[in-house]
Structure formats: structure tokens, C-alpha cells
């Protein structure tokens, strides 16, 4: 249905650009076909890969002036080496004598990664094109088409000049989205329950449609809508006839998708740990080093068995709105909360909120959700980052909403900060905050409750009584009591204030 072109190397390096890939010989003036990519292994022979990409991993450039050689042999298009400033000369003739295009990548980009990367542009310009083969779709059953994705998100529609479309399609294709309502849900439940093609008779300002939904085994991978006015039995049967080509398509666009999203995920991890990669990492995740940005957190807020699994998933569709709302900028878990950077925008604390709404609707487990400050550059990043882990951290510790921005929670926010750096700080005396608690446990006594009552209730006396249900006189001389044997003077502000913070946040320093 489709041409496969066999893509080149002028397109590989045009998509992955000089930062990831650089040529360290002339290349051809004709294009050079790639068929795939390779990574070399010391300890196995080199297959013969006719027109391949070979990953020099691990070898210097002593080494790799031996596989320029091996390689050429076994029909490779090129050798991808790392010098780590060695010197390139003699690798460099060797490659031009053998015939093999010579390439430089980054220092500092895994082998891996970059494997991901290359595979990704390789079926990207393979012409596995979703776009392509809805148009086919489209002339061949004879009216406009769709493709989804199972979240109902338009992963490509048809161009052909001519075909009818209705108010539905229009709104989905303008947000690569279907729109949210009651047919459309009957629709896929019905849809998904047939197992077939079916067909669906026009909506209010629609068309009627024909839908499948494409699978591989038992998994469900998307679905494919036509609509027209004149859908017969044979456009319901060369629908039917197309699910198998639709669903290798899918399988082999979602691997592709897949490696982008890993790319750009390794990308942020590296953001968020060293911002001083701002320069080499931007352009990689379409991002412009000057732009405000904010970073979002997410965690599933579960300590059973199957928190790990619900974070992976949480990840992917965190990453899926994100993508929907801003483009592909980006999204890591990170032991086990998923980061998502967020251009400058008025909308965060709505969108933010829906996903997490969205996520706990689609995992079944309780999802909070921080959002950190609005830096004003790309190498500010930590300190967005900082705040919304202080926020998931405060929504940890207290009752309320499953989503907060920083401003929000500045009080309870500050106060786990606090807690965070007093217990790292072992030098500092814990003598008022632990002997307190001590004794209570000890002696059957009140003293620790009593002193935090007091001093929540801002020194009132009254209201501190009536918090704990006791005689006002009973504060007193407890309080009175509790100077005596512990030694400190409330009448005294920085006493005060340093004996609230320890009894304040004793259960998270432990004490």
C-alpha cells in the first residue's frame, strides 16, 4: 500500500543533527542507503550487515582503525566512533582508503541512547508514514479517515481532495483529539465489545462511520474511523481487509515512538541532574535555553506491590498529555516520580490537575502531583524541580487536595525543609525535642502535647486548654513543670520558636 524507501544517511544525520552525529570524512556526493544499525561486540564476529550503521562501543581509535577495515568487508555504510580527544588522522585515512563514512558522535551520549535514536529516524523515514496510509485508507474504502491511538488520540488522518467530514472529525483533527461525549463513548464500548467492523448511524451535525479496532494478539493498539455518506457492504469488507497492514504500522510507529520518548526522557534526566547541559541538551528537546519554564511531579501516592508497576504507567501517560498539550519536550521517572517540563503557560495547575485526575481514573491508585515555580531560563531548572519534590513531599504529610503548586504549600513545604535539614545536622543539640517525648514515654506524663498545644494556640492559654480539654490551670502548671525539668524559658522568642519546630516535626525527624 505504501512505498518503503530505503532511507539514507544524509536524512539521519539531517534529523539527529551536528550535536549527536558529526562526519569525520567528506560524505559522497551520491546518497548512501541505510538499512540499520549495529553495535559491535569484541567477542563476536561481525555479521555482514550490507549498508548498516556500526556502533564502535568501547574501542579506541587503535581499535577502531582495525574495524574500519572489518567493517568495509562485511558491507557497512559507516562506523560511528567516540575519540575522547584522541587524536583522528590515521582513523580518519583509514576510513576514506576502506570506503566507509566515518562518523563522530557525543562524548556524553550513551550508546544506547543513541542506538534509540537512530532506529527511531530510520523507521521515521522508512515511510512508515501514518499520514500515508490513512490517505490510502481513505481512497480505498471511499471517505475520510482516522486513526487512533486506544486513548482516542489522532495519531493521523486523511488529505484526499474531496471526501466529506463532519463537525466531529473537525474538532478531533483540530486538537488531535476526539472530543469527550456520550455517543462517542457508546460508540467505542461497542466498538471495542464486536471484535469487527462496524458501522454507526449519524449524530446530530455528523456523518454515519464505519469503525474497527486494530489488534496485535490480544492487544488492543488503536482503531481506524471512516466517514460517508455512501459506506457500503464493500467498504465494510476493504476496511476489514486493511487491520492487519494498519496494525503492523502501529506496531512499528509505537517502537519508533517509543525510542523518542526514551531519547527525550534520558535527555531530561541529564537536564535535571547537571543544568550546566542546557546548551547541548536544548536543542535536542526543541527547547530554547531563554524560555520560562516549570517542572511538574508525579507520584503515585501508594506503598504496596504494585506502586513500581502503577509508576511506569503513570509515567506513559503523563508523557502522552504532555505531548498532546506542549510537544515532545520530555518526560523521566525518576526513582519513582515522573518529571515533566512545561513551557511558559498560564494553564499549568489546570492541566497538571487533570492528569493527575486522569490518572488515578486509569490506574486505580491515589496520584499527587507538585508543581514547581516558573524559572525564567532552562538552567534554573533545579530550582523548579526542588519545589515540586518539597511540594509532593507536603502533600505526603498532610490531609487535603492531591495537587498543589509551591505557593500553595509554602508553609508545610518550608516546614519539611526544615525537618530535612535538622536531622541532617547531627551537631546540633536535640536535647529539648527527644528528652520531652522521652520522658512523656517514660513517666505517663503530658509535657510534649501540652508545650505544642500552648504554643500552636500562640501562647492562649484558653484555647490551649480547651484544645486538650483540661483546666487552664493545668496548662499552667504542666508548663511551669516542664521549664523546671527540662530546663528551657518560653518567656524567651528564639526558645520558643527552635522548642515549636522540634516537637512541631518530631514524627519526621523521628524523634
Not at 119 to 124: D, E, G, I, P, Y
Not at 138 to 155: C, K, N, Q, S, Y
Not at 162 to 183: F, K, W
Not at 464 to 472: C, F, K, M, N, Y
Amino acid at each position: 500500500m505504501l512505498d518503503t524507501a530505503v532511507p539514507d544517511l544524509g536524512q539521519v544525520l539531517e534529523a539527529l543533527g551536528s550535536s549527536l552525529l558529526r562526519p569525520l570524512t567528506v560524505l559522497p556526493a551520491q546518497p548512501v542507503p541505510v538499512s540499520g544499525v549495529l553495535v559491535f561486540e569484541r567477542r563476536a564476529p561481525l555479521a555482514p550487515v550490507k549498508d548498516a550503521i556500526l556502533l564502535a562501543v568501547g574501542a579506541g581509535t587503535d581499535e577502531a582503525e582495525q574495524l574500519v577495515g572489518a567493517a568495509a568487508d562485511a558491507g557497512y555504510a559507516c562506523l560511528v566512533v567516540k575519540s575522547f580527544g584522541e587524536p583522528v588522522t590515521g582513523l580518519v585515512g583509514a576510513a576514506e582508503r576502506a570506503g566507509v563514512v566515518l562518523l563522530a558522535t557525543d562524548e556524553a551520549v550513551a550508546w544506547h541512547h543513541l542506538d534509540a535514536m537512530i532506529t527511531s529516524t530510520l523507521a521515521q523515514a522508512s515511510g512508515n508514514d501514518l499520514f500515508a496510509l490513512a490517505n490510502a485508507i481513505a481512497g480505498m474504502v471511499g471517505g475520510a479517515t482516522v486513526i487512533e491511538d486506544p486513548h482516542r488520540r489522532i495519531l493521523a488522518y486523511s488529505t484526499l481532495p474531496g471526501q466529506a467530514i463532519d463537525t466531529g472529525r473537525s474538532q478531533g483533527i483540530l486538537g488531535l483529539q476526539v472530543p469527550d461525549g456520550p455517543y462517542y463513548d457508546e460508540q467505542y464500548r461497542a466498538l471495542t465489545q464486536s471484535g469487527r467492523t462496524c458501522r454507526f448511524p449519524a449524530i446530530a451535525g455528523g456523518l454515519p462511520r464505519l469503525g474497527v479496532v486494530v489488534r496485535a494478539g490480544d492487544e488492543e493498539l488503536g482503531s481506524v474511523w471512516v466517514v460517508d455518506d455512501h459506506l457500503d457492504a464493500t467498504a465494510e469488507q476493504a476496511l476489514t481487509d486493511v487491520t492487519d497492514i494498519v496494525s503492523l504500522h502501529l506496531l512499528a510507529a509505537r517502537t519508533a515512538d517509543d525510542a523518542v520518548r526514551r531519547r527525550r526522557a534520558d535527555l531530561l534526566r541529564r537536564l535535571l541532574a547537571d543544568p550546566s547541559s542546557v546548551t547541548a541538551v536544548a536543542p535536542q528537546l526543541g527547547l530554547d535555553p531563554n524560555q520560562p519554564v516549570a517542572v511538574a511531579a508525579f507520584t503515585v501516592a501508594s506503598d504496596d506491590a504494585l506502586a513500581a508497576q502503577a509508576a511506569t504507567r503513570l509515567a506513559d501517560l503523563v508523557s502522552l498529555h504532555c505531548e498532546a498539550h506542549y510537544g515532545r519536550h520530555g518526560c523521566a521517572l525518576i526513582d519513582g516520580t515522573v518529571y515533566a517540563l512545561l513551557p511558559s503557560s498560564n494553564a499549568h495547575r489546570e492541566l497538571v490537575a487533570d492528569i493527575a485526575r486522569r490518572a488515578h481514573g486509569a490506574l486505580r491508585v491515589p496520584v499527587h502531583a507538585g508543581l514547581g515555580s516558573l524559572v525564567q531560563e532552562l538552567r534554573l531548572i533545579a530550582s523548579s524541580r526542588a519545589d515540586a519534590d518539597l511540594v509532593l513531599r507536603a502533600l505526603a504529610e498532610r490531609p487535603g487536595g492531591p495537587v498543589a503548586t509551591i505557593d500553595e504549600v509554602w508553609a508545610s513545604a518550608t516546614l519539611s525543609e526544615l525537618a530535612r535539614i535538622l536531622a541532617a545536622q547531627e551537631a546540633l543539640p536535640r536535647r529539648l525535642g527527644p528528652s520531652i517525648r522521652a520522658h512523656d514515654l517514660e513517666h505517663g506524663t503530658t509535657y510534649a502535647g501540652t508545650i505544642l498545644a500552648y504554643l500552636d494556640a500562640n501562647g492562649d492559654t484558653a484555647a490551649a486548654s480547651q484544645r486538650l480539654s483540661v483546666h487552664p490551670n493545668t496548662i499552667r502548671y504542666r508548663l511551669s513543670r516542664a521549664e523546671e525539668i527540662f530546663g528551657f524559658d518560653l518567656a524567651d522568642p528564639d526558645e520558643r520558636l527552635v522548642l515549636w519546630l522540634r516537637l512541631r516535626l518530631g514524627d519526621q525527624l523521628g524523634w
